[in-house]
C-alpha cells in the first residue's frame, strides 16, 4: 500500500506535462509523446500527491505477448495475458511503496480481464546498471525470468512473468539459469 498522501488514480489528459518529465528522469533517452500518452489513457493510472504526479504505470489487458514465449501446453492463439509496458516512480518517492501499490492495481485489473499471467520487460534508466533493483522489486511481487523464443529477436532482453492463479492451466516457462563457471570442475 502506498504511502498516506499518495492518492492512485486514472490519468487524465491533463497529466502530460507532468508525466512526460517524469518518464524522462527516469527512462533516460526515451520520450514520452503527448499522442502516446493520449493513446495510453485507458490504461494508464497515476500517483499523485500534493497535485504532483510522482508515478505512472501503463499496461494493457488483452496482449498477445504470450506468443513471444515458450508456453506449455501451446494455447489457443486468442489466449491474452496482460502486459505491463511502463511502471516508473520519481526516486524522490521510491521505497515509500508507490511502485508496489500501482503494480498491485494493475494486477488487480489483470485479474479483473479473466487473465492468468502477466509478463513484462523492464528496462532500467541506465542499461550498465539498475537491473538488480529491478529484479529485487518484481522478484518480491513473485515475477520469475522468463524463457523466450529466439524468433522474436529477444535474445538478450530480460523479460519477466507471474501467474495470478495458482494452477494456470498454460505455463509459461521460467528461464532456467546454469550457473556453472566454464572451465571449473
Request: aromatic share 8%.
Amino acid at each position: 500500500m502506498a504511502s498516506p498522501g499518495i492518492d492512485m488514480r486514472p490519468a487524465t489528459a491533463d497529466d502530460y506535462p507532468a508525466a512526460a518529465e517524469l518518464y524522462r528522469q527516469v527512462a533516460r533517452g526515451r520520450e514520452l509523446s503527448r499522442a502516446q500518452f493520449t493513446a495510453w489513457l485507458d490504461t494508464t493510472t497515476v500517483a499523485v500527491t500534493h497535485g504532483d504526479v510522482v508515478g505512472l504505470c501503463h499496461g494493457n489487458h488483452t496482449s498477445a505477448t504470450w506468443q513471444s514465449f515458450v508456453v506449455e501446453p501451446e494455447p489457443p492463439l486468442e489466449w491474452r495475458c496482460s502486459y505491463l509496458d511502463t511502471l516508473v516512480v520519481a526516486r524522490s518517492h521510491r521505497g515509500h511503496g508507490v511502485g508496489a501499490a500501482l503494480l498491485e492495481q494493475f494486477l488487480d485489473a489483470a485479474r479483473a480481464a479473466g487473465n492468468t499471467w502477466v509478463v513484462l520487460r523492464p528496462v532500467p534508466a541506465d542499461p550498465r546498471e539498475g537491473f538488480d533493483e529491478l529484479l529485487a522489486f518484481y522478484g518480491a511481487a513473485g515475477f520469475v525470468p522468463l524463457r523466450h523464443r529466439l524468433i522474436h529477436g529477444l535474445t538478450n532482453a530480460l523479460v519477466l512473468g507471474r501467474a495470478l492463479v495458482a494452477r494456470p492451466d498454460h505455463v509459461v516457462r521460467p528461464l532456467e539459469v546454469d550457473a556453472t563457471v566454464p572451465g571449473a570442475r
